[in-house]
């Protein structure tokens, strides 16, 4: 089975610009969370969908914004892009809510803004 | 300052040797993951404890959480190349597993 794929690979944007980033859980996944990582740092959590609706967010300002669609795949989309925002994120899926559920990650989107 | 506190940041081993690697909460962990991350790519699943005193084992990695339940740590034995990346451990903060807080990350190389 096809583990949790993201796209693209690789982005280049310069400051100001919005980007749109996908990915596509594990088949059976119900839940989709998005997480940026800056390099040396560990991921921070951005968002959580289940079932189409928002779960949890994390301290990240509202130019961030999400959504999943009702084949679970989901979207993350970054407006007014800052310098700052230059990051891997990552994607990752889970069946459902239960407390102690294991995520697994996707590859990453690695962002570079110039 | 990080709510979760790894320790070393990096380490290097001679390939063959013993290593342990820390992570240390300010709060009590209700649910303590561990991660591999190759350079830049995906995070892979290690192990997950839940409960104080709780160990688990696979392959040649070993995780433990102690019994207050606000450090773990990741011992491998006798280390091999397969082993290099960075080790992450993430804790359960928000309410569920799909939202954790993650440490900085220990980085690891294997010498041969």
């Known amino acids: 089975d096809a583990g949790v794929t993201q796209s693209p690979t690789h982005l280049i944007k310069t400051r100001g610009q919005h980007v749109t980033l996908r990915c596509s859980p594990i088949?059976?996944?119900?839940?989709v969370s998005w997480y940026q990582q800056v390099l040396g740092q560990g991921p921070q959590f951005i968002f959580q969908y289940y079932e189409k609706e928002e779960r949890g967010r994390g301290n990240f300002p509202d130019r961030f914004s999400a959504r999943q669609f009702p084949n679970y795949s989901s979207e993350l989309n970054v407006n007014a892009l800052l310098l700052g925002d230059s990051a891997l994120y990552l994607c990752a899926s889970s069946w459902g809510l239960a407390g102690r559920e294991t995520q697994y990650f996707g590859p990453g989107t690695r962002l570079l803004v110039l | 300052s990080q709510e979760l506190e790894q320790s070393p940041q990096s380490l290097i081993v001679q390939e063959g040797k013993n290593l342990t690697i820390n992570c240390t909460s300010s709060k009590t962990l209700y649910g303590l993951y561990w991660y591999k991350q190759k350079y830049g790519e995906g995070l892979i699943f290690l192990m997950m404890?839940?409960?104080?005193?709780e160990e688990k084992s696979h392959e040649k990695i070993t995780a433990k959480l102690d019994e207050k339940k606000q450090q773990s740590s990741l011992h491998i034995t006798a280390s091999q190349p397969s082993h290099a990346g960075i080790y992450l451990c993430?804790?359960?903060?928000?309410?569920?597993?799909?939202?954790?807080?993650f440490g900085q990350g220990t980085r690891l190389t294997i010498n041969p």
């Open positions: 088949s059976g996944h119900k839940s």
């Open positions: 993430g804790a359960d903060r928000y309410g569920g597993a799909q939202k954790l807080v």
């Open positions: 404890l839940q409960k104080g005193g």
